[in-house]
């Protein structure tokens, strides 16, 4: 049996539409899949980013608080700290502010998106 020209292009012109068809759909399932894991990786990373700040922050306080803070004097000043953690850190500042009853210390990052600020704060008599 001999099988016409036409009947081939055909067939195989029909195959190739539907071939793109069911790659369209497998591109409109797997894109949105996609764009939720660099959203997801987005907010770990700025998780991470907060509780490795929050870390910094409350062990310094607790080092200011147990008296340290009385060699800074009152007013507002740029804090360092030597935690090796403060290097996953995005670019920000460690703040200490001192006033009459008040001892505050406050990392606030540069940029948007990088977990927050985080404030740790105490009064004393």
Known sequence: MVIPNAYLRSQSAWLMIELVAALGLLLAALLPVAFSFAAEKK???????????????????????????????????DYRVS????????????????????????????????????VREVKFK
């Open 43 to 77: 907010l770990a990373r700025s998780q991470y980013q907060r509780a490795v700040a929050m870390e910094i922050v409350d062990g310094e306080f607790e080092v200011l608080a147990a008296g340290e803070w009385r060699s800074y004097g009152p007013g507002t000043h």
């Open 83 to 118: 935690m090796r953690s403060a290097t996953n850190l995005p670019q920000g500042s460690f703040t200490l502010t001192i006033d009459n009853h008040r001892l505050r210390l406050e990392w606030i990052p540069i940029a948007k998106m990088h977990g927050g600020s985080v």
